[in-house]
């Protein structure tokens, strides 16, 4: 066979070394589309399964909604202040999950009960069909997203 060796002329900067496995970047666009489309799909297919028309609509609105949203807000976080943080880097990080799902889920009975002081205020004798699963579907989408997002922040960081 052709055994010519060619002389590298770029003198190294079109490196194509491996990248290691494992370590793969933070990218939080990516993060927070997957935390909404998780629970999304899910919650849409049991209203399928279910024939539940509300659940199907609630999976788009409180569920995937929500999900998004906590995920951008602790991605938000953990990017800008979370390598600062020396207990998130150095802790396990089934610890720091679950840290972070049992914060994820206060903060989303916080919310549920802001939201549904608001439209209390707003509109005190009318409710949508959705307004009395608030304070199931923002506490699970919390947790969810801050699990998710958590879970990956940490695996990306190099300890």
């Known amino acids: 066979m052709n055994k010519t060796k060619y002389s590298d002329t770029t003198g190294g900067s079109y490196s194509t070394s491996p990248v290691p496995p494992g370590n793969k970047a933070f990218v939080l666009w990516r993060e927070v589309l ?6 999304t799909v899910m919650a849409g297919i049991g209203g399928l399964v279910t024939g539940d028309k ?10 995937g909604g929500i999900s998004g949203l906590f995920a951008l807000l602790i991605g938000l976080w953990l990017r ?5 943080k020396r207990w998130l880097v150095r802790t396990p990080q089934l ?7 049992l914060g994820g ?16 205020l707003v509109n005190p ?15 699970l989408s919390a947790t ?3 699990t998710i997002i958590s879970w990956r922040w940490r695996s990306s960081i190099k300890k």
């Not at 509300?54 to 569920?63: G, N, P, S, W, Y």
């Open 80 to 84: 800008a202040k979370g390598q600062q």
């Open 54 to 63: 509300i659940l199907m609509m609630r999976a788009l609105t409180t569920i």
């Open 105 to 120: 889920c206060m903060l989303g009975f916080l919310s549920a009960f802001a939201t549904t002081s608001v439209l209390t």
């Open 34 to 39: 997957m935390a909404f489309i998780s629970p």
């Open 125 to 139: 004798t009318e409710y949508s069909a959705w307004s009395g699963h608030i304070w199931t579907d923002f506490p």
């Open 144 to 146: 969810i997203a801050s």
């Open 95 to 101: 610890i720091v999950v679950v840290l972070f799902a």
